[in-house]
């Protein structure tokens, strides 16, 4: 069992308490080890509306927030993570797996989102436009939309939560917080730091926990969550989309990737491979903008294939809590099983491995997946078609900048897409050819706070991150006035 001075209430959190009805309870896992590590409430409906009536109560609107204060609650939760980022490092490396300096780095990147708004929330402040022909003066105000639901996913259990509450909060909207129930130990953590540190409203912010399908419920069901963030797979995304149709709901989604990495022959190879192996192996390759289908010039497939196998060849799979290692285990045996699937269709259907494992050499009872590459991969392989979520690397040939374009956009996903050349008008016209919101070009880097982040197609509605994201959670309100 985790022990922590941070997870001393293993409870939800409502009204500014920690709560949790009934005795029901889901155990939390280290999947580096298989051990549980915490067992925590599964929070009936009840809990859910009255985590709901709460952030109706510390919803002011006559009386709004001042800009100042909403500052001020960003600026010390910043500073209250950055405080406690090993700890809260520690129990996320524990409950995720990835290795702790990832874990810890996490912490920070979400202190970042808390920063960025924190310095930008000037840009909440009404405005005024003179209307000549009638005479009237406009004042435009950015209402808070209301008490929103926020449901994260597994793969980023601090940073994920951070992008919507930071946004949220700076624009005076109360929260209810779901994490996904493999990783809720990290999300108690970040409540008691902010509950020692913090002087919010009693609430602002709320945490429920336990089944998706009750909470998920109450949440798209109940009037009074005009708004949900969610981040996760494309197939709760519909149903969300399904189940708030009624109430006419603001989502904002964020929803599952297929990302190209595209390698032109004039590209610099050490660069590609060495962001490739940053981009893929992040999380154990368990992240919405893991690179998933690598495409290389034909002219430059053999060197491209032989720099990134000795790279591979040198990486470490372990317990991320030692700190030494470069991948950690996947978080459980469906998704373990999924990427075995995919390396075992692949080589079936005639791609060859170029380093890494054998599916009958991958362990049978631990989630350890070695990073694995092959080559030869075809539109038809499982790797091709959906997003694998995990170390493998599959590589396909290509011989045309328009075949690229075409084979990168082949998939109902948008998310991330990178792209290698040396050649910016090359770079730009792949740009605007990929239908993905994040194109890298040269760089395998992901989100930062500072820039609108977000899917086309199947991939999502709204950004997280810059201004878009803040101007997600409010409502403009227009107000002429005549004289
Ligand atoms: P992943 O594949 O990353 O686990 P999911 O889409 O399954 O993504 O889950 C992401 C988050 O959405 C988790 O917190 C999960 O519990 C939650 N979730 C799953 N089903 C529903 C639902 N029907 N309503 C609301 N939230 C849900």
Known sequence: MIESPLLKNLKGYIGGQWKATGDNTFDVYNPATGEVIASV????????????????????????????????????????LKANKEEIGRILCLEHGKPLNEAQGEVDYAAGFFDYFSKTIGELNSHT?????????????????????LITPWNFPIGMIAKKLSAAMAAGCPSVIKPASETPLTMIAMFAVIEENVDLPEGMINLVMGKASVIGKELCENPDVPMLSFTGSTEVGRKLI???????????????GNAPYIIFDDADLDKAADNLIANKFRGG????????????????MEAFGQKLAERVN??????????????????????FNKVKEHLEDALQKGASLVAGAKPEDLPSDKLFFPPTVVSGVKRDMACFREETFGPLVPMVSFKTEDEAIEMGNDTEFGLASYVFTADE????????????????WNT??????????????????????GIEGLFEFVEPQSVPRGF
């Open 41 to 80: 409430p599964s929070m009936p409906a009840e809990d859910v509306k009255a985590a709901i009536e709460a952030g109706k109560s510390a919803l002011r609107l006559t009386e709004p927030y001042a800009i100042e204060t909403r500052r001020q609650w960003l600026e010390a939760i910043r500073d209250a």
């Open 314 to 335: 040198k990486m470490t799979v372990g317990d991320g809590i030692n700190g030494d290692v470069d991948i950690g285990p996947l978080i459980n045996k469906a998704g």
């Open 242 to 256: 399904l189940d708030t149709v009624e109430h006419v709901k603001k989502l904002a989604l964020e929803l599952g």
């Open 285 to 300: 390759g368990q992240t919405c903008v893991c690179a998933n289908r690598i495409f290389v010039h034909e002219n430059v």
């Open 444 to 465: 395998g880097t992901g989100p930062t706070p500072e820039a609108p982040f977000g899917g086309m197609k199947a991939s999502g509605i709204g950004r997280e991150g």
């Open 425 to 440: 008008d090359r770079a730009q016209r792949v740009a605007g050819g990929l239908r993905f919101g994040h194109v890298g």
């Open 129 to 149: 436009l003179e209307e000549k022909p009638r005479d009237c003066t406009w004042t435009i105000h950015y209402r808070p939309i209301g008490v929103v639901g």
